[in-house]
């Protein structure tokens, strides 16, 4: 039987949204305001992971380098007015949410789409910590803002759960020394995520809820 945590940490995108195509619709936007070449969604969804600056910076490649920060600034600013027209939760995650466990959130993204993909599914208040890449102590894969969440929930690393699509997730858990969920079918490489050495690993959201209430 699978041990059921006293408290799940999730992170965002790939984990409980599936928020590629708003993602690539806004990164797509900013490349051609600065007529740069865009990409398909595949392409787009390799490049997340570690926040959207990144993200930009893997979009734009060498030839956006001197410019990367004004891209940015007009990714943010476009994906912030866009950001829930086609972000949907994976089946299974507003039903696991209905339910009494405790969670909070820890993720890359920016506070201010985050927030509004919360409230826009009903979820601004089911949260008890809601740590963002401009808002954390520290960014995953540091363990800061895990440790943080911890802390204020007066839980122990052992009796917790980080549960993620990619290496920071998992990077971060190892680092607090809590348990980790590795959630195969989301935005980082599968083989990658396994090779990484999760607690435990499911196919979708969907099989993890599954294996907690079984």
């Given amino acids: 039987m699978f041990p059921l945590p006293g408290y799940f940490i999730f992170d965002l995108d790939g984990t409980l949204f599936d928020t590629g195509i708003d993602l690539a619709r806004s990164v797509n936007f900013a490349l051609a305001e600065f007529k740069l ?17 990144n993200l930009i910076r893997r979009s734009t490649g060498e030839q956006g380098e001197h410019a990367v920060r004004d891209i940015h600034q007009c990714f943010l600013s476009h994906y912030l007015e866009n950001c829930t027209l086609d972000t949907q939760p994976y089946p299974g ?36 910590t809601v740590f963002c890449g401009d808002t954390t102590p520290a960014r995953k894969p540091q363990p800061d803002g895990l440790l943080e969440i911890l802390r204020r929930a007066c839980v122990e690393s052992k009796d917790a759960l980080m549960v993620g699509d990619d290496l920071p997730d998992l990077g971060a858990a190892l680092a607090a ?10 935005f980082g490489a599968r083989v990658a995520l396994l090779e990484a050495q999760p607690t435990f690993s499911a196919n979708s959201f969907a099989d993890f809820s599954r294996l907690i209430h079984a």
């Fill in 177 to 186: 020394h809590v348990p980790s969920m590795a959630l195969l079918g989301g």
């Fill in 37 to 53: 070449p865009t990409h398909d969604l595949a392409t787009v969804i390799s490049f997340i992971g570690n926040g959207s600056l």
């Fill in 93 to 128: 995650v507003l039903e696991f949410l209905q339910s009494e466990v405790r969670a909070s959130i820890l993720t890359n993204k920016p506070d201010a789409p985050t927030r509004k993909i919360l409230a826009h599914f009903g979820l601004a208040e089911r949260f008890e």
